[in-house]
T-cell receptor, first 113, second 115 residues
Framework: QKEVEQNSGPLSVPEGAIASLNCTYS??????FFWYRQYSGKSPELIMS????GDKEDGRFTAQLNKASQYVSLLIRDSQPSDSATYLC?????????????FGKGTKLSVIP | EAQVTQNPRYLITVTGKKLTVTCSQN?????MSWYRQDPGLGLRQIYY???????DKGDVPEGYKVSRKEKRNFPLILESPSPNQTSLYFC??????????????FGPGTRLTVL
């Protein structure tokens, strides 16, 4: 059974702080992991992908993957009000599920000026 | 401009009246997909297509049909819509659908209300 779990939030952080978003997944065979940002009423847009254990940094964003513990996280440094959105975690399985992404329900982030 | 387009963007209809939501991409992508997004349920895949004439069910295919006669188009068909199909629908595409190396791009969404 494919499950991707996220806290729904809302997660509120002050401007300039670090926002930490977490995601756990149930299938140990999962190989590819993605973070999408979705503004209210808009379509999801990819902000980070990560495939191997450890950290991956891109500007103010850092994705962290721990396959042994089956979690992936997203850190947003120096949070800005424009980061206020819902963040979706998505997971891809190998084999028969390799052409599908399973999404979590999303965590709503509010950055307070 | 590289993009995924959907039409219509908003649609209000009545139960049982057949409708089609179109999706088109101009990036020569092989893989296309339809999702629905509902509050509390997240984004769920309806159908996907790995290439022309190749389609497969996603997690919630009941009540929907798709076709892929051309590479750029992937219409979603609701032959007899019901109120439980009221949702926000997204079309998406990627080069190959192999997400170990690929990025998926989403269309702007279609908000469907079935009365």
């Amino acid at each position: 059974q494919k499950e991707v779990e996220q806290n729904s939030g809302p997660l509120s952080v002050p401007e300039g702080a670090i926002a930490s978003l977490n995601c756990t997944y149930s299938d140990r065979g999962s190989q590819s992991f993605f973070w999408y940002r979705q503004y209210s009423g808009k379509s999801p847009e990819l902000i980070m992908s990560i495939y191997s254990n450890g950290d991956k940094e891109d500007g103010r964003f850092t994705a962290q993957l721990n396959k042994a513990s089956q979690y992936v996280s997203l850190l947003i440094r120096d949070s800005q009000p424009s980061d206020s959105a819902t963040y979706l975690c998505a997971v891809n399985l190998p084999g028969a599920g390799s052409y599908q992404l399973t999404f979590g329900k999303g965590t709503k982030l509010s950055v307070i000026p | 401009e590289a993009q995924v387009t959907q039409n219509p963007r908003y649609l209000i209809t009545v139960t049982g009246k057949k409708l089609t939501v179109t999706c088109s991409q101009n990036m020569n992508h092989e893989y296309m997909s339809w999702y629905r997004q509902d509050p509390g349920l997240g984004l769920r895949q309806i159908y996907y297509s790995m290439n022309v004439e190749v389609t497969d069910k996603g997690d919630v295919p009941e009540g929907y049909k798709v076709s892929r006669k051309e590479k750029r188009n992937f219409p979603l068909i609701l032959e007899s819509p019901s109120p439980n199909q009221t949702s926000l629908y997204f079309c998406a595409s990627s080069f190959t659908g192999r997400f170990s190396t690929d990025t998926q791009y989403f269309g702007p969404g279609t908000r469907l209300t079935v009365l």
